[in-house]
């Protein structure tokens, strides 16, 4: 439960964190009424945020606001959210996700809601506030934006619980096992109470080694679960998301245990730090309160204080024997009486003697505790609020003591340095030296972790007067601290310290560990040494031997003789037998020291220095057999730093220092990750004791975090690496020249530049330098992940790949266009300064690339393969979170598959130009639509591009070109799948407008299809049809005219982009092209299915796009429901709209009469085409045969009126010819054949009206 509430804390959606910051006050003020026993009642405009009830009431509140809790009742809003500081920051993401939440602010209420569920509902149908001050006569047009505005919220609201349902629902269920806890928990003590359990009751529980443990800890967890919980999910947040899970399944769902979790989640009234530094550093809560809601049995509560007072439940005294480290090992008793403690506040405010008891054994050395995973209280602060706690801590918390304890660590410091930097001078720790010193080692990690503790911790007090002492300055640096005047110890020291004790723990796990295994060895060897020592003196003795200037001694032949004998009966035995084998060890060793005193063998020094060594041998047998797991276990209790978890996150910048001046520091660090590795312990130790399924899920999930720390860590050098890239990537782009393909012999020193060479070779050393201190490190496994240095650093130097070319993305693709003061002449200045800021983007990005594979053999990388990758995840990210805006179901980042918390990719907010994009995808989208705007340019087909009057090219395929160039195939293809969403919600938008406004003229439609029936002939009255059905039709035609261009307009950049990419895929992909289109003929014929199903059929698809396969005006984009009517319609909108249009020969397209109005001919043909093309075939064959029946009919009107002489006949000539351009081209541009016209207008015809003036 404990790593649920970290694991969903994080995940935690934005517009809650929005939603509860609206005013301060709905945290710190009206929110300390929660626990209140009467609430008032607020009018409309102050019920937000006003918080409580009693607890009997919620069940009657619940039941009395089913009617009105569900979706779709929400309707309006009135409040207005700032930006929440409780919310966890990622950097740009997170801020931009809390302006992204400010829209669902609106219907996430706090408990305030259910006093009278339905009126809240009805105030969100009422007016905003905006609206009211601006309505004044109640009009229609205030109406109208009323309904808008109520419809909007709906939809808002219909989007985030399809985004958020899940979500919501997994806090619900980790509030209720919350709840769940700890009533099983009393349960238990309450049957052991009864006597269920008839050998145990709650004290012989609290005498058993195992027993008190285990029952200590369960009451410390439910109080951890509770701070953490109000410490990661707010109050307020909590209230808004119970109230959020009734409004969202109040009807369909299980709502019988909300009243429950409503009593447990009530805000406290204590509103959360803002300050982002002291995240994992506990704030004073309201714990009296949030303890009280569900309590403990207040015996077992005295009953588990008491056994914490009065006993050490770990048996942690082999780890620290001495007197003065007992805090230090009692702490972990310590943190859970500072929890407990809260469940009996009486305890804490009137019983001074308990108090001093407990101040005196736990806390005469120290105020600054760790609670669990790396959150810190400081009890100066905490127990402020209690009298007799804040009395027994003064006592201790003098100033003269502070100082005393401050200067006594500095001190302490000082020793640790030096000794530290004995131990680690190369071949120091030896085998043989770890055995002979291993007390006095253990005894320097001892005073090194004590030291490391105190200093890590009370440098986070809170108290002013005590940070000053503990956090003392001094003027110069130094390796070490000054130990005299202030004893200032700065962070760099506690840095140096951390790492040199993490390198010394390290290195002797290593040496304790191998002695383990090799102990028998080791034991065999030194005796068979010890042996043949002995051996070789009693052969020297006999005085046989060469070159020996000694005369034979029979005793003491027959005496090593027999100490050979002893040494070599020495067995390696197990159990007790070792103390037995170390007394005969001892004797032996004795015997040698004794035999030293004859005349004979003190004159001799070579025979002394034989039995020197022999002793040495045999007490190296003695301590090798003393060597256990025993050992290990107190390294890792002397070492335990889950302490620091989270205070290591403010030392980072002080390590990367180090890093940057000496990337040789790097070695250093395995050490220190392997040190905080030991956090990992705690979690999990009783669910790997159970053998829990849940301990692999919570190992993985706390050794992420630590991996995510070890990267930040390591971050440094990735950003040192890639600083020095950007730098040779400006020299590629701005300084070297591009070679030609000839040189002539005398400018081959200038082509040369030897100089800016010199300097790229110094940069690629540098970056060599850095990428050694970490490809030099060892894999490392911290709990169940294994670190890999060449990993993190391809996954650094992606990231900052990423960063960079993301903001540099954002930064150059933004374009200063504005809609309502657009001239011609402005327009064609941006579309000038849009080009060069494309051509500076693809510059700066090739350079980029240049420079990754300049380097990618220095730092062991594949640089061509890192940049395709990652350039194609920031496009399709990018191109997916714009996609967004047209989708209901939101695809999240936690959802995403371009994104990723290891190396993620940036967002940005909107600029101020275009609110309406999200990113830089969405403005190149734009700019296309807005350079290529039918009210100042005309489309060209023959020339591919769009142009001005005066003939200029505004866009054509050298612009798409660039863009190519700029953004990458990755991004072109991106550019035309958003084209595509844009077409589809264009299309939407039109069914959507022809069901509410067309279907309302039905009967019109049917009759006008009626008088024309049939297609093939003339009808009577024909121009009075036409006549009257354009009138009625009339308003209608704007809506009609406005999604034809926009999706013609959209089709065309498709097809323009289509072609651009074929384009590049016969230049630099021409076998892929050839497969990929083999593969899709294949396909087509076929008719069958990939054996892959669907995923590989869109993979074939996406290739088919990519290398410019297909024609983008057959896309079929939708499935819907015939519109009957459609064809007829059509019909009137070509007859509504021909007259606004004329051939321009120039162009080989009809182009508008009038300039600056938004009409132009391709675009409109082409938003035909692809409108039918998403019904039957027949609806265009209608089209055609109405089309046609106009056309005879026109040709018939102009015959009459010419022979008439009408003046009309001339505008009707042109009208005529236009008619059938367009009808020419519109079966051109959706592959009909011309035999398709010649079905109802005659051929003869066509080509008689093709000469008219």
């Given at each position: 439960?404990?790593?649920?509430i ?11 964190w ?9 945290v710190?003020?009206?929110s300390s009424d929660?626990?209140?026993?009467g609430?008032?009642k ?6 937000q945020?006003k918080q409580?009830?009693?607890?009997n009431?919620f069940?009657n509140?619940?039941q009395?606001?089913m009617i009105?809790g ?6 309006g809003?009135s409040?207005?959210?700032?930006s929440?500081?409780?919310t966890s ?5 997170a ?10 602010v609106?219907?996430?209420f706090d408990?305030?809601?259910l006093?009278?569920p339905?009126?809240?509902?009805a ?10 001050a601006?309505?004044?006569d109640?009009?229609?047009t205030d109406n109208a934006n009323?309904?808008?505005?109520t419809?909007n ?8 619980a399809v ?5 919501i629902?997994d806090?619900y269920?980790?509030f ?5 806890y ?8 309450e049957d052991?109470?009864k ?5 145990y009751?709650?004290?012989s529980?609290l005498?058993?080694?195992d027993?008190?443990?285990l029952l200590?800890?369960?009451?410390w967890?439910?109080?951890?679960m509770?701070i953490?919980m109000?410490?990661?999910l707010?109050?307020p947040v909590?209230?808004r998301?119970i109230i959020?899970y009734?409004?969202l ?9 909300i ?15 803002t ?13 009296e309160?949030l303890f009280?809601?569900y309590p403990l049995p ?5 009953n588990?204080?008491g056994?914490?007072i009065?006993d050490?439940?770990?048996q942690?005294?082999?780890a620290?024997?001495n007197?003065d ?5 009692l702490?972990?008793?310590a943190?859970m009486l ?16 308990k108090l001093?008891?407990?101040v005196d ?10 609670i669990y995973?790396?959150?810190?209280a400081?009890?100066?602060l905490e ?10 801590l003064?006592?201790v918390l003098e100033?003269?003591n502070?100082k005393r304890?401050?200067?006594h660590?500095?001190?302490?410091i000082?020793?640790?340095?030096a000794?530290?930097?004995?131990y680690?001078?190369?071949?120091i720790l030896t085998?043989?030296?770890v055995l002979?010193n ?8 001892r005073?090194c ?12 007090t809170s108290?002013a007067n ?12 130094s390796?070490?601290?000054k130990?005299?005047?202030n004893?200032?110890v700065?962070?760099t ?6 790492l040199l004790?993490?390198q010394?723990e ?6 304790f560990?191998?002695l ?10 030194c005796r ?10 009693a052969?020297?003795?006999k ?5 020996a ?6 005793g ?9 004998g ?5 067995a ?5 037998h070792?103390t ?8 032996c060793?004795?015997a ?10 003190d ?7 034989f039995?020197h ?10 301590r090798?057999?003393?060597?256990n797991e025993?050992?290990?276990d107190d390294i890792?209790?002397i070492s335990?730093?889950s302490?620091?978890?989270?205070s290591?996150?403010?030392?980072v910048?002080?390590i990367?220092?180090r890093?940057?001046?000496?990337p ?6 395995q050490?220190?990750?392997l040190k ?6 705690g979690?999990v130790?009783?669910l790997?004791?159970l053998?829990s399924?849940?301990?692999?899920r919570i190992t993985?999930?706390y ?10 860590v390591?971050e440094?050098?990735?950003v040192?690496?890639?600083a ?5 990537s400006?020299i ?9 393909l000839?040189v002539?012999g005398d ?5 040369a530049q030897?100089g800016?060479r010199y300097k ?11 990428a050694?201190g970490?490809?030099e490190?060892e894999n ?10 060449r990993?993190l ?11 960079h070319v993301?903001?540099l993305?954002n930064?150059l ?5 504005s809609?309502s ?7 064609i200045k941006?579309?000038?300064t ?9 510059g700066r990005?090739?350079g ?9 053999d220095?730092?062991?990388m ?10 194609s995840r920031i496009?399709n990210?990018?191109?997916e979170?714009?996609v967004n805006?047209?989708?209901?179901k939101?695809?999240l980042?936690?959802d ?10 940036p ?5 101020q130009n275009?609110?309406?994009c999200?990113n830089?995808?969405?403005r190149?989208?734009?700019m ?9 340019t005309t489309?060209?087909i023959e020339?591919?591009g ?8 505004v866009?054509?395929?050298k612009t798409?070109?660039?863009i190519?160039r ?8 991106g550019?035309d799948r ?12 039109f069914v959507?407008?022809?069901r ?6 039905g009967v019109?439609l049917?009759?006008l299809?009626?008088?024309?029936f049939?297609?093939w ?16 039709t009339?308003?209608?035609?704007l809506?009609?005219l406005t999604?034809?261009?926009r999706?013609?307009q959209?089709q065309?950049l498709?097809?323009?982009i ?8 016969r230049?630099d992909a ?6 990929v ?7 087509l014929?076929?008719?069958h299915?990939?054996e892959?199903g669907s995923e590989?059929?869109k993979n074939?698809?996406d ?5 410019g396969i297909?024609?983008?005006?057959g ?6 429901d ?5 064809p ?13 249009l ?7 397209s ?7 109005y938004?009409?132009?001919g391709?675009?409109?043909i082409?938003?035909?085409s692809t ?6 075939p ?5 089209f055609?045969a109405?089309?046609?029946q106009?056309l005879?009919?026109s ?6 009126r010419?022979?008439g002489?009408?003046?009309d006949a001339?505008?009707?000539a042109a009208?005529?010819k236009?008619?059938m351009?367009?009808?020419e ?15 109802h207008v ?9 000469d008219?003036?």
């Open positions: 439960l404990l790593a649920d970290r694991i969903l804390s994080e995940r935690v959606p934005s517009a809650f929005a939603a509860a910051s609206l005013n301060p006050g709905d710190s003020i009206s929660g626990d209140s026993d609430i008032k607020e009018d409309g405009g102050t019920k945020g409580g009830g009693s607890d009431m069940l509140m619940f009395s606001s009105g569900s979706i779709g009742s929400v309707s809003g409040a207005t959210p700032t929440s500081s409780s920051s990622k950097g740009k993401n801020r931009n996700d809390m302006e992204e939440a400010k829209k669902y609106p219907f996430l408990f305030s809601y006093h009278n339905e009126e809240w509902e105030s969100l149908a009422l007016p905003t506030a905006v609206t009211t601006t309505a004044k109640g009009t229609a009323q309904e808008r505005e419809e919220l709906l939809e808002l609201e219909r989007e985030f985004n958020h349902r899940q979500s629902e806090y269920e980790l209720f096992a919350i709840y769940n700890q009533r099983d928990l009393n349960q238990f003590v052991l109470t006597g269920f359990y008839i050998q009751t709650v004290e529980v005498l058993d080694l027993g008190r443990a200590c800890e369960a009451v967890l439910y109080g951890v509770l953490l109000e410490r990661l707010p109050g909590r209230e998301i959020a009734f409004r399944f109040g009807r369909d769902g299980d709502i019988s245990r009243d429950v979790i409503c009593k447990l989640c009530k805000t406290t009234g204590v509103s959360p730090p300050s982002a530094s002291q995240r994992s550093h506990k704030y004073p809560m309201d714990e309160k009280s809601r207040v015996d077992l509560i005295r588990v204080v056994c914490l009065s050490d439940i770990y942690q005294s082999s620290f024997p007197i480290h007992r805090s230090i090992r702490s972990r008793q943190s500072y929890v407990i403690l809260f469940f009996d506040p009486i305890v804490l405010r009137e019983e001074s003697a001093r008891e407990i054994k736990y806390f005469h050395d120290n105020w600054v505790i760790h995973a790396g959150m810190t400081d009890l100066s127990w402020s609020r209690f009298p007799a706690a804040k009395s027994a003064d006592n100033m003269d502070v304890m401050h200067i660590n500095a001190k302490l000082g020793q640790c340095m000794e530290l930097r004995a680690l001078t190369m071949g085998d043989s030296f002979d291993r007390h006095d080692l253990l005894n320097t990690l005073r972790n004590i030291a490391v503790r105190w200093r890590v911790l009370h440098r986070r108290n005590y940070y000053s002492i503990v956090c003392a300055t001094v003027e110069k640096a390796t070490d601290p130990l005299e005047g004893f200032a700065n962070d020291h506690v840095v140096s310290l951390i004790t993490s010394l390290m290195q002797l796990k290593d040496s560990r191998d383990i295994q090799r102990k028998e060895s080791i034991w065999i060897g068979a040494q010890a042996c043949t020592m002995m051996t070789d003196l052969e020297y003795f005085g046989d031997q060469t070159l200037r000694v005369s034979r001694h029979d003491l032949i027959q005496w090593f003789g027999s100490m050979a002893e040494i070599r009966d020495l390696y035995e197990s159990g007790d070792f037995v084998t170390g007394r005969k060890i001892q004797l060793v004795q040698l020291e004794e035999v030293e005193q004859y005349d004979l063998v004159r001799d020094v070579q025979v002394k220095a039995l060594e022999a002793r040495g041998m045999l007490l190296q047998m003695a090798a057999v003393g060597i025993d050992i290990c890792r209790w335990d730093m302490y620091g978890v989270e290591m996150k403010s030392y910048q002080i990367h220092t890093i940057s001046k000496d040789s520091n790097v070695s250093l660090l050490g220190f990750f905080l590795s030991s956090s990992l312990d979690p130790e009783r790997k004791q053998n399924p849940e301990a692999v993985n999930y050794s992420s975090q630590l991996v995510a720390f070890v990267r930040n390591l440094i050098v990735p040192s690496v890639f020095i890239m950007v730098q040779m400006d590629i782009e701005r300084r070297l020249q591009r070679l030609p000839k002539q400018k081959l020193i200038a082509y030897l800016e790229l070779a110094m940069m690629a050393h540098e970056i060599s330098i850095f050694d970490i490809l490190m490392t496994v911290i709990g169940g992940a294994q670190v890999n240095p990993k650093l391809d996954e650094g130097l992606r990231k900052e790949l990423v960063s993301s903001e993305l930064n693709l933004q374009f200063d266009f809609a003061s657009e001239t011609v002449a402005s327009m941006h579309q000038a849009t080009m060069r800021s494309l051509t500076s983007l693809s990005l090739e980029f690339q240049v420079a990754l594979e300049c380097v990618e220095y730092v062991c594949h640089g061509l393969k890192m940049w395709h990758e990652e350039l496009m990210y990018n191109v979170q714009e805006k047209y989708l209901l939101k695809v980042d936690a995403s598959n371009f994104q990723s918390d290891i190396v993620p990719i967002r940005f907010p909107r600029t275009e609110p309406s999200i830089f995808m969405g190149i989208v734009s296309l639509v807005k350079i290529t705007d039918a009210q100042y489309y060209s020339k591919s769009w142009f001005m009057s005066d003939g200029s090219e866009c054509g395929l798409v070109a660039l190519r700029a953004i990458g195939v990755y991004g072109l293809t550019v958003l084209l595509c969403y844009r077409i589809l919600h264009e299309l939407h938008r959507k407008f022809f509410t406004n067309v279907s309302k003229q019109l049917e009759q299809r009626d008088e024309l049939p297609e002939k003339t009808p009577k009255s024909a121009v009075a049809i036409y006549a009257s059905g354009s009138k009625k009339e308003m209608l035609m809506p009609m999604c034809f261009r999706v013609g959209a065309l498709r097809r323009m289509r072609f651009e990419l074929q384009r590049c895929a230049v021409k076998m892929l092209q050839h497969t289109s083999t593969l899709n003929a294949s396909l014929s076929e008719q299915p990939l892959g590989d059929m074939t698809c290739m088919s796009v990519a290398v297909g024609d983008p005006l896309t079929i984009f939708m499935k819907t015939p519109l009957e009517g459609l007829v319609l059509m019909l009137f909108f070509v007859i509504t709209y021909i007259p606004k004329s051939y321009n020969p120039t162009f080989g009809l182009s508008k009469v009038k300039e600056g938004p009409i132009d391709w675009p409109i082409a938003g035909i409108l039918l093309r998403q019904f039957h027949s609806y265009a064959k209608s055609l109405y089309v046609g106009f005879r009919v040709v018939q009107t102009y015959a009459t010419r022979q002489k009408n003046e001339t505008r009707l009208d005529l236009n008619s351009v367009l009808l081209q519109f079966c051109d541009i959706g592959g009909l054949s011309s035999s398709a016209i010649y079905e005659p051929q003869y015809v066509m080509e008689m009206c093709a008219l003036p």
